[in-house]
């Protein structure tokens, strides 16, 4: 039987080809609903203990680096299932003229790292910077090539090459002349001054790149790829284009190439922190993994034209050959699906996929497999079936003009973002409910992204908890003094550090609120502990909020927890937390720590 017995094949390619002439001379696709928000789940199928956010998150990741080169024969997609009921990842990634070996062998070293850090054989911070090694080399190529080096090697015909009118250093230059011109105008002279430091790093960077010899390359790649990740940083929730937006950049700019090479870029630090994560917090599914390749089905031949399966339908006949307790619900894309792509994986409903590009390709098509179980052949046969009569629909609404629906700008075709799905690690944060913390949100520090460095993270933190309180401290101590002059505390030696942190390789278990040298006769100050003999105080009354599970470090206690997120939200001292000596200031320094440092 072939999958094309319910659908008439010659209506169905007649139809692709006159939406393809329809929709290709104009800058507009029809706008589309989404793909089930909910994919089907068979009743013998089970479902992982991975999110479907953090599945997602994953397949898109594995999808993005599958894609090495920037070819269509290269652009790729990717699945995340749990292998069995006591654990294991199986990562399943297609290609759409398959996979080679460079991606074979840098994603199986990955998932190896990946095992190690798991198993707590390997710190997260190491297995980041042995990811990240990974990637880079076998990404050399390509973020060459999204550099425009003239190191940059060609591995297809030239008719695929894009060869870059300008490179980045040169398009970093005109950055910073306009970003020069800019302050010469008098707009915000701190905001431009930023800016164009961040530019100026990372050009540096890139031309260290094109100096740099075999020995010393792979350090300036990651050089570049750190100073692309500090640049596409959030500030203040503004990001990069929106930044130069307030600077007074109209769009024509900010549209341009080279923001999208740099976001690729920074892509690579993100992935690398978030896979290390993931390995962490779900770390019995990620001790043991294994790397599915999909092996592309031959090209068809259909009325002499060639037609081919894209990367997204391979996964989902694999799937429906290799079948198992527990499925995908998410199909990650190097790049947006195609517009059949979509409509046939909405129609299929079992898969999400991020969204589609619009654009029609007219040598598409589906497999013909003739191992297929008769329930999979069927249900393909009927994901075929509603896609020809979505198609006919669309050609309608664009061929009858009075009945034109509304369209929508061309989308890109990149699926990056730099805002992961979060990963939630433990804290003593996770005793205050998240209704809760979420009127702490003002502590938060606005530069902080799910892809800020541990390092970056701690420090940016510290700095907002210390701004509010000092501000705080010094509005209790004013307020100590005038009751008791003559018991006023000193503020001046308050400060927050990272003392002890470092080496704690636990999620969430890195900071220590200090306070050197502080004043006994003052009850604001040394309301952050009990009493000297406290067993939360050291002699420079040091408190440290920490929860590890394998590590001697001491736990908040959980009345203790109460007692601030009362203070906090309720904005009043108890008489429980009078108990324990604790005071506004210290408890919400404390409860805002504790929050945006998990």
């Not at 770390?283 to 894209?310: A, T």
């Not at 979060?422 to 809760?436: C, F, G, Y």
């Not at 006769?521 to 502990?529: C, D, E, F, K």
């Not at 997120?565 to 604790?582: A, H, M, N, W």
């Amino acid at each position: 039987m072939s999958l094309w017995d319910t659908t008439s094949r010659a209506a169905f390619e007649n139809d692709v080809a006159s939406l393809y002439r329809a929709t290709s001379s104009n800058s507009h696709r029809p706008q589309l609903p989404g793909p089930p928000s909910r994919p089907i789940i068979g009743p013998q199928e089970r479902v992982s203990i991975l999110p479907s956010e953090i599945e997602e998150q994953l397949a898109e990741d594995f999808a993005f680096l599958t894609a090495w080169e920037n070819t269509p024969s290269s652009v790729a997609g990717a699945t995340i299932t749990q292998q069995n009921d006591t654990g294991g990842i199986c990562v399943r990634i297609a290609a759409n003229e398959g996979i080679s070996k460079p991606v074979r062998d840098g994603l199986q070293e990955m998932l190896s790292s990946i095992e190690t850090c798991a198993l707590r054989r390997l710190s997260k911070r190491s297995c980041e910077e042995y990811l990240l090694d990974t990637i880079v080399v076998f990404h050399r190529n390509r973020i060459l090539e999204r550099l425009g080096s003239c190191k940059t090697r060609r591995h297809e015909p030239d008719r695929w090459a894009i060869h870059s009118s300008a490179t980045m250093t040169s398009r970093l230059q005109v950055w910073i002349k306009s970003l020069q011109t800019n302050a010469r105008q008098g707009h915000s002279t701190h905001t431009t001054a930023v800016l164009l430091a961040q530019v100026r790093e990372l050009k540096d960077a890139v031309i260290s790149v094109e100096t740099a010899d075999q020995a010393t390359e792979s350090d300036t790649l990651k050089s570049v790829i750190r100073a692309a990740s500090n640049l596409m940083e959030e500030v203040n929730g503004f990001s990069l284009q929106a930044r130069f937006h307030r600077l007074g950049f109209d769009s024509s700019f900010t549209n341009r190439k080279e923001f999208r090479q740099i976001l690729a870029i920074a892509n690579y630090q993100r992935i690398s922190h978030y896979l290390a994560t993931a390995a962490r917090k779900y770390h019995r599914l990620f001790q043991s993994s294994n790397l599915e390749i999909v092996e592309p089905q031959k090209v068809e031949v259909w009325q002499g034209l060639k037609h081919f399966v894209h990367a997204e339908i391979q996964l989902v006949v694999d799937h429906e050959l290799n079948s198992g307790p527990y499925k995908p619900t998410h199909i990650g894309t190097s790049k947006r699906a195609c517009l059949l792509c979509f409509l046939f994986l909405s129609a299929y409903g079992r898969y999400n996929v991020s969204n589609t590009h619009g654009e029609v390709m007219p040598q598409w098509t589906v497999p013909n497999v003739a191992s297929l179980s008769d329930d999979s052949r069927t249900r393909l046969q009927d994901a075929l079936r509603d896609t020809a009569t979505e198609i006919k629909a669309l050609l309608r609404t664009v061929t009858e003009k009075k009945k034109m629906a509304k369209l929508s700008p061309a989308i890109a075709h990149s699926t990056i973002r730099l805002v992961s799905a979060p990963i939630e690690t433990p804290s003593v944060a996770t005793i205050v409910s998240t209704q809760d913390l979420q009127d702490t949100v003002e502590f938060a520090p606005q530069e902080m992204t799910p892809y800020t460095s541990d390092a970056k993270a701690k420090l940016m933190a510290l700095s907002v908890v210390e701004d509010r309180a000092v501000s705080t401290v010094e509005n209790l101590a004013a307020a100590e003094g005038e009751a008791n002059p003559t018991n006023s505390p000193s503020t001046t030696s308050f400060h927050l550090s990272t003392t002890h942190s470092e080496n704690l390789e636990f999620d969430g278990c890195f900071l220590v609120l200090e306070l050197e040298d502080c004043p006994e006769s003052s009850s604001t100050i040394n309301g952050l502990v009990d009493s000297p003999q406290d067993k939360y105080m050291s002699a420079s009354c040091t408190f440290r909020p920490y929860r590890c599970e394998d590590q001697h470090i001491p736990i908040i206690d959980v009345t203790q927890i109460q007692c601030l997120r009362d203070i906090v939200l309720k904005r009043e001292v108890t008489s429980q937390c009078l108990e324990f000596g604790l005071q506004g200031a210290s408890a919400e320094i404390l409860l805002a720590t504790v929050q945006w440092i998990r």
